[in-house]
């Protein structure tokens, strides 16, 4: 029975110890407490089954997304320009249409790899997810999709959360 409960400590401890991240050799060592992030290549790939009017192309996307994380990170001022620590980043963002021209929910996958110079230092990956905006924020974006009002000028938010969800786990580095 102790032997049994032993096991079962050492497990949970090993869980809650684990990282999302597969690291290459030792981390860098933190200089302020936290590790500092800049982004270098932040890629999207769009998949959408039509492009409506109005609505961002692939590299508009692309753009959006590199700014909302900028943003994210400043927020959680884990951003540096100086920093050393580059973070690479590809996603791929699959538009869903609701009615007619209107968005669903979509769907979104993401590779993130940490670079100290040139060496690279870690690697994680997420999805496919969709996005979330909290309990309160999911029931009135869902009754935007439901009534067919979330579209082009909504996307952003969309992107945002997509950015909100790569800071997250910069900050798990």
Sequence with gaps: MKNLLLLSVVLVLAGCASSPYEYYGEKP????????????????????????????????????????????????????????????????????????????KPQFSFTLEVFDGERKVGSTSTGPVTTSFGTFGNGVVNAQIGTGTWDEENEPEDIDMIALSISQDLEDF
């Design 29 to 104: 060592a933190q200089i302020t407490g936290k590790y500092m992030f800049k982004p270098g290549d932040v890629k999207l790939t769009l998949s959408t089954e039509r492009q409506p009017v109005g609505y961002l192309n692939q590299d508009q996307l692309e753009g959006v997304l590199e700014e909302k994380l900028i943003t994210q990170l400043k927020e959680k001022e884990i951003y540096s320009e100086n920093s050393n620590l580059t973070a690479n980043v590809v996603v791929d963002y699959q538009r869903k249409f609701g009615y007619g021209d209107s968005l669903a």
